[in-house]
């Protein structure tokens, strides 16, 4: 970052600093995977630009790292035509497919040399991204296109500015370097990693919605989100794989592609080769298969391409494919077993779960007898009947899934229709299906699966976290009567614990710590351990942050909950709901009896004054000058011994001296100590 006070005074100058210094991090993280300064370093860097074009607008350029959070919602998205069709590919499933592709591909090439690149096939969905001439020079993405039916497409342009290993703009030079014009088009696979899957499935489910299928799905629905800060939330991937110049393909080969897309910045899969047997093919697919489980992204085979031009040229086209490539698929193990019965789990929140009851079948490895059915919407769309022979599938993950119903001369179809139960299984209370939601819940307060599964959830790690309260213990303390909600919990004498079936008195003891050190879990983590509809982690925190205790929380109304970032009406509602329960609060006074904390350390959020330099002068009424240092650098800003152009604001004390007449002249805010701890309580209050 450097010395910036000589380039301070000319925004328009620091402004493009910042730019190429955010780019330049943004390409080390999202591309490269090396950073090389922390978030809040990050942060800080991108806040100082904002600033920067809040006060000059004019210096704000469409391409700013800026512009990729937070853009306007769309309201529908424009159809555009591709600039040359974005084809499909044909499909391989066995080494002698290969073989015979590889023969045909060296008939038609005749003379031309036959070499191929290997890739990953990403599970993902293929888009196209325009880069036009920027104003000045080097160039900048205009449009990003879904595949569409291949023709066209939608602009989706918004939302892929949100994704982070995009480049928006590309420099003179580094087009130079990759020996390309101003103009061109990048064509790849944008996808939703793992881990993001599965934070969008938790956040969906706390929002009693269903979940997402698979990431792809997710992907694409992500992609025709109308609201951009909800796809940069999303945190989706883009690897490239095609770079088109005037609508016709890189002449220098496919490898070249990959080499010059990695050149302009983009991100390209790692997992590449180059290989001219069928030998090879295979050997490379071994291994891709063999690492399928650890990528952290789904992949769903291999992509071969004939690596040449020129070849490619001569082998042409079928209607929907290139014949110089061709897709080998991995085949899903999967593994063929009759629904012997449809049962239905009650959870936590009462929600009830159909699962399909298996004759168990050995796939990939292990025995499946049970899969999910996730809601009654599944079982109708799946159209699957109680006898049913089906097709249960294991991808790369470890959750078995119903994928079809077969039928056949072997397998002849079930006959009983599966009627979702009127009544709860475990406690025979009638159960409700909420006006739009797809899923049935008991709301039997006292349902005993529900105080069941509330107990497991309220020991689960990242809730209470009380290790050792697993299935097994909680089964037994609700059989012997010991515990009726999880307060009693805190009841429980290390004597009863130790009583129960395999229990050492060792066990028993860790057991017994475990439950007396949750008692400082803090508010947030007894918030979610309560369960409370759609609150899920972070919603808690802020929430415990926001409130400081679970009285000030139960005293809020619906506006003050608003006013937290993250919750609507919905959740307010829903908070609201939660404390008119006498049974609640019931609940809630039996905890603080037990001696359970309910309230949150209010944390200073780091990122507060990111981005803003204090400099200290005087002495002040209070504070010394490492506890006001200290408060500063807390909650995120930087402290500084002489007074600059850079300097955001300097506070003053008694006896202040040549720093506070600089900071005069040079038109920098002035506080004392009354208005630095404003600033600290809430910075909105003084920008
Ligand atoms: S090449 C005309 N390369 O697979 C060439 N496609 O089944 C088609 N895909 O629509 C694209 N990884 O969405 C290519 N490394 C890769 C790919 C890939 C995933 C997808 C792409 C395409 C589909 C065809």
Redesign the pocket.
């Known amino acids: 970052m450097g010395d910036r006070a000589n380039t301070h005074s000319d925004p328009a100058k620091r402004a493009a600093e910042l730019r190429d210094a955010l780019r330049r991090h943004e390409h080390l993280y999202y591309v490269l995977d090396a950073p090389e300064i922390s978030d809040t370093q990050y942060d800080a860097l991108i806040n100082e630009l904002k600033r920067i074009e809040d006060a000059h607008p004019d210096l704000l350029t469409p391409d700013s790292p800026t512009q990729r959070v937070g853009g306007k919602p769309a309201d529908g998205f424009k159809k555009v035509r591709h600039s040359r069709p974005?084809?499909?590919?044909d499909?391989a499933y066995s080494a002698e497919e290969l073989a015979d592709w590889d023969r045909r591909v060296r008939d038609l090439a005749g003379n031309l040399p036959v070499e191929y690149t290997t890739?990953?096939?990403?599970?993902?969905?293929?888009v196209a991204l325009r880069y036009e001439p920027a104003e000045k020079d080097g160039a900048r993405l205009t449009t990003g296109i879904t595949?569409g039916d291949g023709q066209i497409g939608e602009d989706v342009t918004t939302n892929i500015r949100t994704i982070r290993s995009v480049p928006l703009s590309i420099s003179a030079e580094t087009l130079k370097k990759a020996g390309l014009p101003q103009g061109f088009e990048v064509?790849?696979?944008v996808v939703m990693p793992e881990a993001a899957f599965l934070l969008l499935n938790e956040e969906r489910e706390q929002q009693g919605l269903p979940p997402a299928v698979n990431p792809r799905n997710a992907a694409a629905g992500t992609l025709r989100t109308l609201e951009p800060s909800i796809v940069a939330n999303r945190r989706l991937a883009f690897?490239a794989?095609?770079l088109l110049v005037d609508g016709e393909y890189w002449p220098q080969g496919q490898a070249a592609t990959l080499d010059a897309l990695t050149t302009l910045g983009f991100r390209v899969?790692p997992h590449r080769g180059r290989v001219d047997s069928v030998d090879d093919m295979m050997r490379f697919i071994d291994a891709a298969e063999a690492k399928r489980a650890t990528l952290g992204y789904e992949?769903?085979?291999v992509?071969l391409?004939v690596d040449s031009h020129a070849a490619q040229l001569r082998l042409g086209y079928t209607g929907r494919?290139?014949r110089w490539?061709i897709?080998y698929k991995f085949t899903a193990k999967s593994g063929i077993t009759q629904v012997r019965a449809i049962s239905v789990n009650v959870g936590r929140t009462g929600k009830l779960t159909p699962v399909a009851e298996l004759t168990p079948v050995f796939i990939g490895g292990t025995t499946v007898s049970r899969a999910t059915l996730h809601n009654a919407d599944f079982i109708e769309r799946l159209g699957l009947l109680v006898g049913d022979w089906v097709r249960v599938e294991r991808g790369g993950d470890v959750i078995p899934k119903v994928a079809e119903v077969i039928e056949d001369a072997d397998h002849p179809r079930g006959t009983v229709r599966f009627a979702f139960p009127k009544v709860c299984p475990e406690c025979q209370s009638e159960v409700v299906r909420v006006e739009g939601e797809v899923d049935y819940r008991c709301v039997n307060v006292d349902c005993p699966a529900k105080l069941r599964e509330s107990l497991l959830h309220f020991g689960r790690r990242g809730v209470m976290n009380i290790e050792g309260l697993g299935d097994a213990v909680v089964q037994q303390l609700l059989d012997r009567g010991l515990v009726h909600s999880v307060a009693d919990l805190y009841a429980l004498t290390e004597e009863q614990l130790a009583a129960l079936d395999r229990f050492a008195e060792k066990s028993a003891h860790a057991l017994f710590e475990e439950i007396k050190k949750s008692k400082q879990a803090g508010l947030a983590r007894l918030l979610m351990g309560q369960g409370v509809r759609f609150v899920g982690e972070r919603t808690a925190e802020l929430l415990a942050q926001e409130f400081g205790s679970m009285d000030a929380l139960a005293a809020a109304s619906a506006e003050e909950l608003e006013r937290v970032e993250e919750v609507g009406p919905r959740i307010s509602q829903a908070i609201l709901e939660f404390f008119a329960q006498p049974a609640n609060l019931a609940l809630i006074q039996s905890l603080r009896d037990a001696g359970v904390i309910m309230t949150a350390e209010k944390k200073q959020r780091s990122s507060q004054l990111s981005g803003l330099t204090f400099v200290l002068t005087g002495t002040l009424p209070t504070l010394t000058r490492d506890e006001a240092k200290k408060k500063i650098e807390d909650a995120g800003g930087k402290t500084a011994g002489s007074v600059s152009k850079k300097t955001s604001y300097v506070v003053a004390g008694e006896e202040a001296g040549s720093k506070l007449d600089k900071a005069l002249q040079l038109k920098v805010p002035v506080l004392d100590e009354a208005g630095l701890l404003a600033l600290l309580a809430s910075p909105s209050a003084l920008h």
Not at 119 to 126: A, I, M, R, T, V
């Open positions: 974005m084809l499909s590919l499909n890739e990953l096939k990403l599970d993902g969905l293929s595949r064509r790849g696979e690897y794989y095609f899969n992949i769903d085979g992509v391409k494919a290139p490539a897709a």
